[in-house]
């Protein structure tokens, strides 16, 4: 049988050749493509395939003991998109801003559980999963929102999740309406994203310079 991750060690890829500089630029614009989308084309269906797909990229995700204990549901029906989209809490640095509007929800949910009969799961987890969707998400030229603001009690409720499940997450799958943009912090340091008169999201990021930590006789930034 092929590994799954043969590809890393294909030729074409080697550090030496002009594609592995390719790749490299694309999956740079690839994260930086991968922003916190609220705002979607909600008449714009997401597929069943299209999930199931990025639950498979999220199948292959780090996972710690690799236990893999994360299951997920997939749903793309607005009688059950609008029922798991009233157990969300979104954007909180928006004041007044609890979820997108009619005509601007997420056409598709994923939501994260974990199977507790496979024992304890360690908290990043979910975040490698996440990430991978959303990055699948990104280059099928989609948009998403990983929230952890769930009411939890309401939303098993909804499910009628079985006792051998607990809700880890949801994450929020659509066609992308709003612009949104990356921008140095200021001197305040202030981290609060916030949108402009004409609704273009505005996200401060550090410098890479803030971020690096130098220590006495090592971590020299000049190497």
Not at 91 to 97: E, L, Q, S, T, V
Not at 152 to 171: C, F, H, P, S
Not at 185 to 199: H, L, N, P
């Amino acid at each position: 049988m092929q590994p799954l991750n043969s590809l890393l060690f294909a030729p074409h890829l080697r550090h030496n050749d002009k594609n592995y500089d390719e790749v490299r630029r694309l999956l740079k614009d690839l994260v930086i493509r991968n922003r916190t989308c609220r705002r979607f084309h909600q008449e714009r269906p997401v597929s069943l395939d299209t999930l199931k797909e990025l639950v498979d990229l999220a199948r292959l995700a780090p996972s710690g003991y690799n236990r893999q204990g994360l299951k997920y549901i997939l749903f793309n029906q607005p009688e059950w998109t609008d029922r798991i989209n009233d157990c969300l809490t979104w954007a909180g640095y928006i004041k007044g801003w609890k979820s997108p509007p009619e005509g601007e929800k997420p056409s598709a949910f994923i939501v994260m559980v974990r199977d507790v009969g496979l024992g304890p799961m360690l908290a990043q987890d979910q975040g490698f999963a996440a990430m991978c969707i959303l990055l699948g998400a990104v280059e099928r030229g989609l948009g998403g929102c990983f929230l952890i603001a769930v009411d939890k009690t309401r939303l098993r409720a909804v499910l009628d999740l079985g006792d051998g499940y607990e809700i880890e997450a949801v994450v929020a799958i659509g066609h992308p309406k709003e612009q949104i943009v990356l921008e140095e912090m200021g001197a305040d340091g202030d981290v609060r994203y916030w949108r402009d008169e004409q609704g273009v999201h505005h996200v401060p990021k550090r410098s890479l310079a803030d971020i690096i930590l130098t220590i006495p006789g090592g971590g020299r930034q000049d190497a």
